[in-house]
């Protein structure tokens, strides 16, 4: 007994002390090197034209990625979990290729894809730019947040299974009637938790999007470019400082949602 004491006590103080040191004294030095001028630095660092721009351009990167995740995660996770087509295998492959490819792979792919001499680079011809433009941050984005919605919708659809939805279909409901009165309610607790997933690793993402953006101030750059240019380009060590702080209090806002929605679905089951 005693020794049962003594291994649960050992194991708590090692987890304490691998949280302090890779979780809370990071997050003490960010936030004393941000607020150590006062507050009023703090706010004009984090206030500069290439800081709003940084939080815009995140900001439109979340909005046009997340319906783009959404609407493509719940009609995959729909045609994984309730059809059986040929080829199955290698879309649930596809699903899970963010979660093993290399960011860095997936921004040089574009480039070769996208770029000026890639194999659709003559779309710059037309006056349509991808690379080193907004529209290929978008894409990088939309690809390494592609997995989440998907994989938190896909076992809600099993576990409910699909008896209400026949159910509704024999009484003469359409396909869209059943989706939106049957299905998305279901699925409503995962869809919402697979979407603040997707917005966490929306802002933070930083090896794709660095290799398709010019990383120039306002406008090709995001908040975590805007940090690594700060700290790495400018040796502006307290304007980093300030930036990582502005992502941290968004990744702090966006986790705080994903365990209010992680205790509302325990409750809902």
């Avoid at 020794?3 to 997050?27: D, G, I, N």
């Avoid at 199955?88 to 480039?111: E, H």
Wanted: glycine letters at 10%.
């Amino acid at each position: 007994m005693k020794l049962s004491v003594l291994t649960r006590l050992s194991l708590r103080t090692v987890a304490l002390l691998y949280l302090l040191a890779l979780l809370v004294l990071p997050l003490v030095i960010i936030l004393w090197r941000s607020f150590e001028n006062g507050i009023g630095q703090f706010v004009d660092w984090i206030s500069t034209p290439a800081a709003i721009s940084a939080f815009n351009i995140s900001m439109v990167i979340v909005l046009i990625v997340v319906p783009l995740n959404v609407i493509f995660g719940i009609v995959t996770a729909i045609a994984l979990v309730r059809g059986n087509f040929p080829g199955r295998t290698l879309v649930q492959g596809v699903v899970d290729l963010p979660f093993a490819v290399s960011p860095v792979v997936v921004g040089v792919s574009l480039i070769m894809l996208w770029g000026a001499s890639g194999w659709f680079g003559g779309v710059e011809s037309l006056g349509f730019r991808v690379i080193f433009g907004l529209p290929g941050m978008v894409i990088a984005t939309v690809f390494v947040t592609l997995p989440y919605v998907v994989r938190e919708v896909e076992p809600v659809l099993h576990e409910i299974g699909d008896d209400q939805e026949q159910a509704a279909t024999t009484l003469g409901a359409s396909r869209w009637q059943t989706f939106w009165r049957i299905t998305l309610p279901a699925i409503r607790w995962g869809l919402t938790y697979g979407i603040v997933l997707t917005v966490a690793r929306a802002l933070g993402e930083f090896g794709a999007v660095i290799m398709v953006a010019t990383g120039l101030p306002g406008g090709g750059q995001t908040l975590t470019l805007l940090v690594n240019a700060r700290y790495m380009n400018d040796r502006n060590i307290f304007g980093a400082y300030c930036a990582a702080t502005l992502l941290m209090g968004m990744a702090l806002v966006t986790l705080l949602l994903m365990t209010v929605l992680e205790r509302k679905r325990g409750t809902a089951k």
